[in-house]
């Protein structure tokens, strides 16, 4: 079985990623990885799973996945996290800039293809919920309590780059609060948001109708 875990940035991709490599090693040797190749297994010997992280859209991720899976979260909490991680000033226009980006190529481009699309908050406000609804899209039976735990158990990294595996780095986690965007934007970030993305996040239930 071959999986893209993909979704903007900021928005639980990690997490999902992991998910996905957790449920599958249950069924037999897996290989993950952020943004390569499907490729050939180099020992010769069968896999379960090819798991492979993205964020941009590239229509070669779909020839020969089995299954699309995505994240998706409030851009303004999106923004606040690149900020926080010093991604961004904080600032309208470089706020409004990044999610051109993390909503057009990263998610809605995606979106067509997707078996599952997983809200950030959802999956914040129960990962054991959100595990079941995974493992339900790839046919895994399996507790589900229990691959959050793992998921959680994951140690981060201390020093260095990202750990290959896991894909985490030292400086992965901000603050991961829904909503606490209200805490780090800077005067005018917020209503350029809004008014840009309006639309986008009026369909997604992030502003009222």
Avoid at 63 to 70: H, I, R
């Amino acid at each position: 079985m071959k999986v893209v875990c993909a979704g903007m940035r900021r928005s639980g991709s990690t997490w999902l990623y992991n998910t996905v490599r957790l449920l599958c090693a249950l069924q037999g040797p897996t290989r993950g990885r952020f943004e390569d190749t499907w490729q050939i297994n180099d020992d010769g010997k069968p896999i379960e799973a090819d798991i492979v992280k993205v964020h941009r859209f590239a229509e070669s991720w779909l020839f020969g996945a089995d299954k699309v899976l995505l994240t998706y979260r409030d851009l303004r909490d999106v923004v606040a996290s690149a900020i926080r991680r010093g991604l961004i000033a904080n600032a309208p226009i470089p706020a409004t800039q990044y999610l051109l980006k993390a909503v057009v190529s990263e998610y809605d481009r995606w979106e067509p293809y997707a078996d599952l699309a997983l809200a950030y908050a959802d999956i914040m406000k129960d990962k054991v919920a959100a595990t079941a609804k995974v493992a339900a899209v790839l046919n895994i039976s399996t507790d589900p309590s229990v691959v959050a735990a793992m998921v959680e158990a994951l140690p981060l990294p201390t020093q260095g780059k990202e750990d290959i595996e896991i894909l985490l780095h030292p400086k992965h986690f901000t603050d991961g609060r829904v909503g606490s965007f209200v805490e780090t934007l800077a005067s005018g970030v917020q209503p350029a948001i809004e008014a840009v993305f309006g639309d986008w996040m009026r369909a997604k239930g992030y502003l009222p109708q």
